[in-house]
Every structure is written in C-alpha cells, then in structure tokens.
C-alpha cells in the first residue's frame, strides 16, 4: 500500500512529537524510529496514526489512494431496467 510507504510523511506535517504518537500506538520510540525509515507500517497502527493526526492532508491522501485502486477493480455494466 503506497499510504504505508508514506505515513512518515504524514507524520511529520502533523503537528504531534513522535514520541507522543510513538506512545499512543504502543510501541517504543526506537520503534518507531525503525518503522519510520523503513516505512513498514501494520494495517492496525497505520489505523491508530490516522485516529490521532487526522487532518485534512491524511484524507485528501487516503481518499486519492482509493479512488487509485479503485481504477484496478473489474467494472460491470449495469443490469437492464426491468419492464
């Protein structure tokens, strides 16, 4: 998921200290130290960092991701009105 690749950008235009969103998710600062270089995020603290810095720029961010994968998915024709 590309959101996870770039949640530490996200992060850093949020205006929480990483230490404070290091806390509310549970893990150590060292943590999430690592998982900020590296980007590897679970889909549960990707979800919890999104409940604390949401903001305008998250959503704009999450909603462009979605209508991306949106585009991959298979589309029907819709079904004939009945008579």
């Keep these: 998921m590309e959101l996870e690749n770039n949640i530490a950008n996200l992060i850093n235009e949020s205006r929480y200290e990483n230490s404070f969103i290091a806390e509310q998710i ?15 995020w679970t889909e549960s603290e990707i979800k919890q960092i999104s409940l604390i810095i949401e903001n305008e720029k998250f959503e704009n961010y999450f909603i462009i991701e979605l209508m991306e994968a949106a585009k991959d998915e298979p589309s029907y024709p819709n079904s004939p009105a009945e008579s």
């Design 26 to 40: 549970g893990i150590s600062m060292s943590v999430f130290s690592a998982k900020m270089q590296a980007g590897k």
